[in-house]
């Protein structure tokens, strides 16, 4: 089975550059999440998204922008990328609040 | 950014032994707990999970526990092997917010 894949694994982009990292999951989970994970920090929640066309934010939102036009879907950007957005994204759904997050295998981006 | 020199808390146990992971939560309102298992350059993968009305939940070969007198979650491996090498993270969400506040994880480390 599908269930959610992340695009691209690995991506080094400038400071400055806009850069977007894809999630797609196949289970039309009505909610989807990014994080970032870093040392020291374990996960910290980006973005949710409830459902196609809603989102909010979570605890460390500044500089990232999302967008969720299909259910499946759910990109995250960096408008214009910094050396601290250099970190480890992973996105996630679930079907409801009590149901556990699957996660995505991650994507490593490294901000030069 | 990271934390120079921050190690994960590290529990080391030899093969067939049961292995404990604690963890203490944050917030007393707090009524889903849940836990992860993280593989080297993979995403965070779901092990079981518990509400609170509930104090013990078994799953195969795991055991979650939830105390909630001292906000204290444990998760037990029975027979540990080496494929259970990893890291495990513990996470809370309460009510209706499908938000998650992750811990920091333990290393389990299998000694063959």
């Known amino acids: 089975d599908a269930g959610i894949t992340q695009s691209p694994r690995y991506k080094i982009t400038e400071t400055g550059r806009q850069v977007t990292l894809m999630c797609h999951q196949t289970w039309s989970h009505s909610y989807m999440f990014w994080y970032r994970q870093d040392l020291g920090h374990g996960l910290r929640l980006i973005y949710y998204s409830a459902a196609a066309d809603i989102t909010d934010k979570g605890e460390v939102s500044d500089g990232y922008v999302v967008s969720r036009s299909k259910t499946e879907n759910f990109p995250l950007t960096l408008e214009s990328a910094t050396r601290s957005q250099t970190s480890v994204y992973f996105c996630?759904?679930?079907?409801?609040?009590?149901?556990?997050?699957?996660f995505g295998d991650g994507t490593r981006l490294s901000i030069l | 950014g990271e934390s120079v020199g921050l190690h994960l808390p590290t529990l080391s146990v030899q093969e067939g032994d049961n292995s404990i992971i604690n963890c203490a939560y944050s917030n007393s309102a707090s009524d889903y707990f849940i836990w992860y298992k993280q593989e080297s350059g993979k995403g965070p993968q779901f092990i079981i999970d518990i509400r609170s009305n509930m104090d013990k939940r078994q799953g195969q070969r795991v055991t979650v526990l939830l105390n909630k007198t001292v906000k204290h979650l444990s998760l037990q491996i029975a027979a540990t092997q080496p494929g259970d090498s990893a890291v495990y993270f513990c996470?809370?969400?309460?009510?209706?917010?499908?938000?998650?506040?992750w811990g920091l994880g333990t290393s389990l480390a299998v000694n063959p």
């Open positions: 996630a759904s679930t079907r409801d609040s009590w149901q556990p997050q699957h």
């Open positions: 996470a809370e969400g309460s009510g209706n917010n499908r938000k998650l506040i």
